[in-house]
């Protein structure tokens, strides 16, 4: 229930203290030259100092923070934060992050960026470079900064291993393991690795109801959850580099999963007994993927082939008991089957220069289904289960989805570059089984960058492109959530969600080795998803017309040895944003649906003296709302999030770490306004207040590493 993430969504803080930073930071990389980005291996440049149109990082830059794997390393170079790719998404091309391999991306969906970046022992990063998106192909084009990991070529056996153990506020505790090696030879690298991704948490809250008018208290519910998840995984990859545009890459991944909620609640209403409810989800998710990649020269260019399929199972069982002593005299159980798979094929030609313009040529081809089962059911007294009938509990969902496009970009001047894309889509979908709806999709999507790379270090990237959404297939299906108490409807006649995203960054070095950086956007979206009204009376996703969206984010982010603070670096991140759209019920403008706060921020500060490293950071969001039906569903915490840490090396190889989540002990909370018999009501007929405290819990893990280097 608690909002943790503050890197997963804007980040947010007063726009003048952004533009001053701007103003004041002093110059402190060398200028760039008009060399590509494949000559920054020769090219000296200390850290942080610009080579090309990249930004490179030595190892010796990261030597005070004693990293243990590329990870470490990425999280300290200054003005960057991870973007992980959405492996929901179907197909390959908009299914990318921000970090690349050796100049490639990664032939994998549902592989974490930062996994990967974990399985990388550092002393195999020979260098980390920064470069805006188009540098690195099409699938980053738009983004002011991608980080490439460039590997050594050099032979031997590298890895680390990790245990560690997680004590929560009731004493109970869950050890964890895992590791990663990394073997060279010759051409060939290999990578194994494996985590047992066991977590848990217990949370004991309450929930209230009142009703709205004169706040009478009907219902109070004292709540105990017991969670247990288990995510381990297993992968292995194998790269072969035969020199430039000769390499092949194949990756496997397998990640048997599951999850057990058990809620104890103890039901306390205005009228009648109270009882002794239960709530149970158990969920089994499992996950395979095969991938790879192929790239041969051809033409004075490179022709690359990615080839990838994955198939993700889901056998899930729900549950709410009414029980009165220890009989159960009522409720519901759900038992939902799904299975997804996926088959894509990508080919693409690239050329550094076509009549002055670099050019890439693609197209790509993917098949997605879904099948899925949902079965509810009303329980009685004596164990009577009766069938309750959801308007589509039973669906396939076909696409066959193809995108082509071509990328031409120029060196206008030698600051000044341009971008431009054009991309079209065509999908053919299929929906069956309690419902059939059948139609065909073809959108272009043009999109166009301008990269300036000013003196004084400065840089200013402006870009204008249009997206197309995908459809959430589970979007199409009737499901119960016995937790809340509602059933979501299905809605197999959604359209993708367009969007016409203009963006302008701007950033610049700071205090000598940090970077501040301000990005601005505005969004036009049509056929916005959001939430509607079906014919059968259902709550279900549905497109709801046009909206708009404007946000600043800004980040701060410096070694601060430069003002008498040696071995300190400070980070700040912080924004705000504002999205309209006209509500379909009440006709009245209001904000977009979903995890989309009006402000948030962030705040780091991490101290390395010697064998020792300590930090904190803390951040806080507003409120999370969705504009439901009958309800106005609100997600927030009750203070500032924080976590803080201690590390000790006794020696280069060893890491001791200790961390405490929740220091402050901030609880999740949500508050749930509901209408009857919709939000076209002027009042509010009852409101439900929940409370959620997990209290802090204390990691303490031990990381080793192996190998000759």
Not at 292 to 309: I, N, Q, S
Not at 584 to 596: A, D, K
Not at 610 to 617: A, E, F, H, K, M
Not at 682 to 691: I, K, M
Request: hydrophobic residues 40%.
């Amino acid at each position: 229930m608690f909002v943790k993430t503050p890197a997963a969504r804007l980040r947010h803080a007063p726009l003048p203290l952004w533009i001053g930073l701007l103003a004041c930071a002093a110059p402190a990389f060398a200028e760039t030259t008009d060399k590509p980005n494949a000559e920054v291996a020769s090219a000296a440049v200390s850290d942080g100092e610009s080579a090309g149109r990249a930004k490179v990082y030595q190892p010796a830059f990261f030597a005070a923070y004693s990293p243990t794997t590329a990870l470490d390393m990425v999280r300290r170079v200054p003005g960057f934060a991870i973007e992980e790719a959405d492996g929901e998404v179907r197909g390959f091309s908009g299914a990318a992050g921000n970090v690349v391999f050796n100049g490639a991306r990664a032939s994998s969906k549902s592989d974490a960026l930062a996994a990967q970046l974990a399985r990388i022992p550092a002393r195999r990063v020979l260098r980390i470079e920064v470069a805006p998106g188009d540098v690195y192909g099409s699938d980053f084009a738009g983004r002011s900064q991608v980080l490439n990991v460039v590997t050594t070529k050099a032979g031997g056996i590298d890895g680390n291993i990790k245990a560690s153990v997680t004590r929560l506020h009731n004493g109970r505790a869950t050890p964890n393991l895992e590791g990663a090696v990394v073997i060279r030879s010759g051409q060939s690298t290999f990578n194994l690795s494996a985590e047992s991704g066991r977590r848990a948490q217990t949370e004991i809250g309450f929930d209230e109801v009142r009703r709205a008018s004169d706040g009478v208290l009907l219902e109070r519910r004292d709540k105990r959850n017991e969670i247990t998840e288990r995510s381990p995984a297993f992968a292995a990859s194998w790269a072969h580099d035969g020199g430039t545009n000769k390499s092949a890459h194949l990756n496997l991944r397998y990640a048997p999963g599951g999850f057990e909620l058990q809620q104890y609640n103890h039901v306390s209403p205005l009228n009648g007994p109270q009882r002794d409810d239960r709530l149970v989800q158990d969920a089994s998710p499992t996950r395979y993927e095969i991938g790879g990649d192929v790239t041969r020269p051809l033409g004075g260019g490179a022709l690359k082939f990615v080839a990838l399929a994955n198939r993700r199972e889901r056998d899930d069982f729900d549950a709410y008991y009414t029980r009165q002593g220890d009989a159960v005299v009522g409720g519901f159980e759900q038992d939902t089957t799904s299975r997804y798979d996926e088959v894509l094929g990508r080919l693409t030609w690239t050329h550094p220069k076509v009549a002055g313009f670099a050019l890439e040529l693609g197209s790509e081809v993917a098949y997605n289904k879904l099948s899925n089962a949902t079965d509810l059911f009303l329980l009685g007294p004596n164990g009577a289960r009766d069938p309750i009938d959801l308007p589509i509990d039973r669906a396939t969902v076909d696409e066959l989805r193809s995108e082509s496009y071509v990328n031409l970009g120029r060196q206008l001047t030698p600051a000044l570059r341009l971008d431009t894309t054009l991309a079209f889509e065509v999908s053919r979908l299929t929906v069956s089984g309690d419902t059939g709806a059948e139609r065909s999709l073809k959108f272009f999507k043009p999109g166009m960058t301008l990269d300036w790379k000013a003196g004084g270090g400065w840089h200013v990237q402006a870009s204008l492109r249009r997206q197309v959404a995908q459809l959430n297939f589970y979007d199409f299906i009737s499901a119960a959530e016995l937790a809340n108490d509602r059933i979501n409807g299905g809605n197999a006649d959604l359209r993708p969600q367009r969007t016409w995203e203009a963006r302008l960054t701007v950033e610049r070095p700071v205090l000598a080795k940090g970077q501040v950086r301000l990005e601005a956007g505005f969004d036009w979206a049509s056929d916005l998803q959001d939430r509607i009204l079906t014919p059968e009376g259902f709550d279900a996703p549905g497109n709801i017309g046009s909206g708009t969206r404007k946000f600043v984010q800004g980040t701060f982010d410096a070694p601060l040895d430069t003002l008498g603070l040696k071995g300190t670096r400070f980070k700040l991140t912080g924004g705000w944003q504002e999205h309209a759209v006209r509500d379909p019920l009440t006709g009245q403008e209001r904000p977009w649906s979903g995890f989309r706060p009006a402000w948030n921020w962030s705040a780091e500060l991490r101290r390395d003296a010697g064998q020792w490293s300590y930090g904190l950071q803390v951040f806080r969001e507003a409120p999370s709302t969705v504009y439901r039906i009958n309800e106005i569903d609100r997600f927030f915490n009750s203070g500032p999030f924080g976590i803080a840490f201690a590390e000790y090396r006794p020696d280069k190889k060893t890491t001791i770490r200790l961390d405490v989540e929740n220091v402050f002990d901030v609880a999740g909370q949500r508050r749930r306004t509901f209408y009857d018999p919709d939000r076209r009501q002027a009042l509010p007929s009852a409101v439900e207040f929940r409370h959620r405290d997990a209290h802090a819990a204390v990691t303490i893990s031990i990381n080793r590493t192996f190998g000759a280097g």
